[in-house]
Each structure stands twice: as C-alpha cells, then as structure tokens.
C-alpha cells in the first residue's frame, strides 16, 4: 500500500529489551462527511529524501510520501500518541523532533 498522509510524526520506539524501532504516526484530516483518521506504521526499513518529500519504506511493504512540511504533532496525532502509549506500556515512545533527526538515524544506521 502507498500512503501520503496530512500529517506525519515520527516515532522512536524502545521495547523493554533495549531494542529500537521507528514508526510513523500518520494523520488524515476529515471533513463533514467523514471524521479524521489515523495509523500507525510497522517498523520503517528505510528512509530517503527526495526535494521536500521523505519516503518511506516499511517491513509490511508499505509506502509513506511524507511532504517535509507536514512533520507535526497536531491536537488529534497527540491524544492519538497518548492512547497508543497508555495501551503499550512496556514500550518507551520517543518523538523525533525533526525531518533532519529522522534522515540522520537513518544514515547512521547504512
């Protein structure tokens, strides 16, 4: 599946064995006939930078075009991080404050 959310944060997730992951908590925006909606990736394999856009690649197989301008963490992607992060406690959830911090982790990890 490709996927090119409104909205897209990145997610730093630690097990309670000290392994690391990355995850991306994408956002779509509703309307009026329709409410917002939400998912939240499998681990990110790889992620490259093209113009203004990342893509990312996924172990489900999934795609995410994510336009740089839209790495945020708005009001709904927040309280949606907060239920993920009271139903997963034994995960360490870390946001990536950046686009730049997420390329470099990447890069560190070639």
Request: charged share 25%; glycine share 8%; hydrophobic share 35%.
């Given at each position: ?13 630690t097990d ?36 203004n856009f ?18 945020h963490l ?37």
């Amino acid at each position: 599946m490709n996927y090119k959310p409104d909205e897209f944060t990145c997610i730093k997730l630690t097990d309670s064995e000290g392994r690391t992951s990355v995850r991306i908590l994408a956002i779509w925006y509703g309307n009026f006939s329709r409410g917002s909606s939400w998912k939240f990736s499998s681990v990110v394999e790889q992620c490259n930078k093209e113009g203004n856009f990342l893509i990312f690649k996924n172990a489900s197989g999934s795609i995410y075009t994510c336009n740089t301008f839209d790495y945020h963490l708005g009001l709904y992607a927040k309280s949606v991080l907060d239920n993920l992060k009271n139903a997963y406690t034994d995960f360490k959830f870390e946001i990536i404050k950046s686009t730049g911090d997420v390329v470099q982790l990447f890069k560190q990890g070639e």
